[in-house]
Every structure is written in C-alpha cells, then in structure tokens.
C-alpha cells in the first residue's frame, strides 16, 4: 500500500501503539521491535515500517522461520521475508454508535475460555489465544447455557480502544446478537472515555455495512499479513 500515516498518528500502526502504551506488560521488546506475548496474541510491531534496521529487530526478537502477524498502514518488507498470507482491510471508527449495555450479556472469564476458543474455531473471527481474554473486557450471550455469541476488547492505543473477536454461532445468526455485543462492549468503552474502533476486511461488504449503519466510519485502509522472518544464515562450512 502507498499509504503511510502521520507520525502522530496512532491508526497506522495500532499494535507498536498498544504494545508500547497501555499494553506494554503484555509486550517482549527487542530494539525497535515488540510483540505480544504469543499466548496472548500473533501480532509483532515495528517502530516505521520503512526502516530496515527495525525489520532486523523484529527477526531477532522473534527468531529465524518464525511466522509473526503484523497489522499496519504503508508495509514494505524487506529482503528475506515470506509472506504467508496478507489480506486488505479497514479501520473503523465510532462516530454514532447507540452504545449500550445489554441485559442478556454477561462478563466473561478465565472460566469460559475453553467455550470462547471453541466459539471462535467455529467462526473464525480472527486470532484468539488462550489469555487473549486479559486484554480487555468480553462479552457473552448463552441460550441453553451454551455460549453462542461474544465480542471484547483488544488493541488499546490513546484514546481508542478496538473491539474484536466479534462472533456468533452459526445456529444463532440472524438475531442481532453481535450487534447487540457490539454496542454493549461500547458502552464500557465509552465510560472509560475511549472511543471504539475496530477493523474489518476490505472485502467483507456485508460486515462493512453493517457497522457503517450501526455508527462506525472509515477511518483508514490497513494490511494485515502473517510472514516468515528470514531463515538462519549458515555458520559454518558442513
């Protein structure tokens, strides 16, 4: 992408943003590279996607062949690095959401983590680890004790806070329960005097217009990509 945000602009790089801000205690850090704890999440940040050196930090801090996710706006991968797979998307930004808390909603726990990661191998909403759970607040709604939909809060940068791993349960579409999960995790955000946001692949219209009616606006485009730090060099003569 040709993109590149404003130095001061947090959008363009949400994972350095949080991991060096209000989820530094989550973080491991090598020079001008950080990444989430890998139980906690696959994503991986530099300082400028355009410095090298900070690419290099990044390889050492996660190891040679290793795959590390990366979210940002204005990519450009040095020499020796794979991608695994790389997808377009937007950002989106509360403008006019009707937060709200909802009754049926409950707080979820360490408790419910084995449901919430079987929830998500159903629906694939996107990376959810065994203490992705600590990052923020999640939501759930049960029907027969089962839970079938949940939504929470990861990323948090100054000022905003991302609300993500967004899912239902295929039996139970149709009813607004992520919209509903959506306002209400909101609504917390709201009283903590951050404003929502939360990202969406580019090519999922049906997704893009819902938050768009529900409040959301684009806010930038970003990319998201899984890629292979390059391999060790050979120290030797075999």
């Not at 940068?157 to 607004?176: N, Y």
């Amino acid at each position: 992408m040709s993109i590149r945000p404003d130095e001061h602009d947090i959008s363009g790089n949400p994972v350095w943003s949080s991991l060096t801000g209000r989820h530094a205690r989550f973080a491991t850090a090598h020079g001008r590279a950080v990444r989430f704890q890998p139980d906690i999440s696959p994503f991986s940040a530099v300082t400028d996607w355009h410095d090298e050196g900070a690419w290099s930090d990044l390889a050492t801090l996660a190891g040679p062949g290793a795959i590390v996710a990366v979210a940002g706006v204005g990519l450009v991968l040095p020499a020796g690095w794979d991608v695994v797979w790389h997808g377009e998307g937007l950002q989106m930004v509360d403008v006019a959401v009707e937060a709200a808390d909802d009754p049926e909603a409950v707080t979820l726990t360490g408790a419910d983590v084995p449901e919430m990661l079987d929830l998500v191998a159903r629906t694939e909403p996107g990376p959810f680890a065994p203490r992705t759970i600590e990052l923020g607040t999640y939501l759930g709604i049960r029907r027969g004790g089962a839970l079938v939909a949940m939504a929470g809060e990861r990323l948090r940068v100054p000022g905003l806070t991302e609300i993500s791993a967004v899912c239902t349960d295929p039996g139970h579409r149709g009813q607004g329960l992520a919209s509903r999960l959506i306002k209400a995790v909101s609504a917390g955000i709201r009283r903590r005097g951050d404003t929502p946001f939360l990202h969406v692949a580019g090519n999922n219209i049906n997704a893009i217009r819902l938050y768009e009616a529900m409040g959301f606006k684009v806010r930038t485009e970003i990319t998201f990509a899984a890629l292979r730090t390059p391999s060790a060099e050979p120290t030797g003569i075999a």
